[in-house]
Protein backbone atom coordinates (compact mmCIF):
# COMPACT_ATOMS: atom_id res chain seq x y z
CA UNK A 1 0.00 0.00 0.00
CA UNK A 2 1.91 3.42 -0.92
CA UNK A 3 0.26 5.03 2.38
CA UNK A 4 3.00 2.09 4.52
CA UNK A 5 5.78 2.85 1.76
CA UNK A 6 5.59 6.46 2.49
CA UNK A 7 5.31 5.84 6.15
CA UNK A 8 8.57 3.73 5.51
CA UNK A 9 10.37 6.77 3.58
CA UNK A 10 9.88 9.27 6.36
CA UNK A 11 11.40 6.25 8.79
CA UNK A 12 14.19 5.08 6.85
CA UNK A 13 15.20 7.81 4.01
CA UNK A 14 14.45 11.21 6.72
CA UNK A 15 14.44 9.51 10.00
CA UNK A 16 11.23 11.39 10.52
CA UNK A 17 8.94 9.93 12.90
CA UNK A 18 5.31 11.26 12.16
CA UNK A 19 2.95 9.11 14.00
CA UNK A 20 0.25 8.92 11.87
CA UNK A 21 -0.74 8.80 8.18
CA UNK A 22 -3.15 12.68 9.63
CA UNK A 23 -0.37 13.69 11.12
CA UNK A 24 -0.49 17.90 9.32
CA UNK A 25 3.95 17.43 8.65
CA UNK A 26 3.78 21.14 7.85
CA UNK A 27 2.15 22.55 10.93
CA UNK A 28 4.04 20.56 13.17
CA UNK A 29 7.68 21.39 11.61
CA UNK A 30 8.25 17.86 11.19
CA UNK A 31 8.57 18.60 7.33
CA UNK A 32 10.69 21.68 6.30
CA UNK A 33 11.89 22.75 3.42
CA UNK A 34 15.28 20.65 3.13
CA UNK A 35 13.17 17.36 4.66
CA UNK A 36 11.08 18.33 1.52
CA UNK A 37 13.67 18.07 -1.39
CA UNK A 38 14.84 14.57 0.07
CA UNK A 39 11.15 13.42 0.06
CA UNK A 40 11.31 14.42 -3.22
CA UNK A 41 13.80 13.19 -4.22
CA UNK A 42 12.82 9.27 -2.24
CA UNK A 43 9.46 9.90 -4.11
CA UNK A 44 11.35 9.87 -7.33
CA UNK A 45 13.41 6.68 -6.37
CA UNK A 46 10.92 4.75 -4.58
CA UNK A 47 7.84 5.23 -6.95
CA UNK A 48 9.78 5.49 -9.87
CA UNK A 49 8.22 8.33 -10.99
CA UNK A 50 9.48 12.28 -11.61
CA UNK A 51 8.57 15.09 -10.22
CA UNK A 52 8.23 18.28 -11.69
CA UNK A 53 9.09 20.91 -9.06
CA UNK A 54 7.06 23.72 -10.63
CA UNK A 55 3.84 21.48 -10.75
CA UNK A 56 4.10 21.00 -7.45
CA UNK A 57 1.20 21.72 -4.53
CA UNK A 58 2.13 22.31 -0.77
CA UNK A 59 -0.87 20.72 0.18
CA UNK A 60 -0.01 17.45 -1.49
CA UNK A 61 2.43 17.04 1.03
CA UNK A 62 0.63 18.00 4.47
CA UNK A 63 -0.03 14.86 5.46
CA UNK A 64 1.52 11.00 4.86
CA UNK A 65 -2.04 10.42 3.00
CA UNK A 66 -2.24 13.08 1.09
CA UNK A 67 1.51 12.59 -0.08
CA UNK A 68 0.30 8.81 -0.80
CA UNK A 69 -3.09 10.53 -3.00
CA UNK A 70 -0.47 12.38 -4.83
CA UNK A 71 2.24 9.27 -5.69
CA UNK A 72 -1.11 7.25 -6.64
CA UNK A 73 -2.51 10.19 -8.75
CA UNK A 74 0.94 10.44 -10.60
CA UNK A 75 0.89 6.36 -11.19
CA UNK A 76 -2.54 6.38 -12.58
CA UNK A 77 -3.83 4.21 -10.03
CA UNK A 78 -5.30 6.55 -7.87
CA UNK A 79 -9.84 6.79 -7.14
CA UNK A 80 -11.29 7.96 -10.38
Do not use: C, K, W
Amino acid sequence: MVVERVLRLFGDELLIDVGSATTDLIETGLLDSLALVELIAAIEQEFQVDLALDALEIDAFRTVESIAAFVEDLQGTGPA
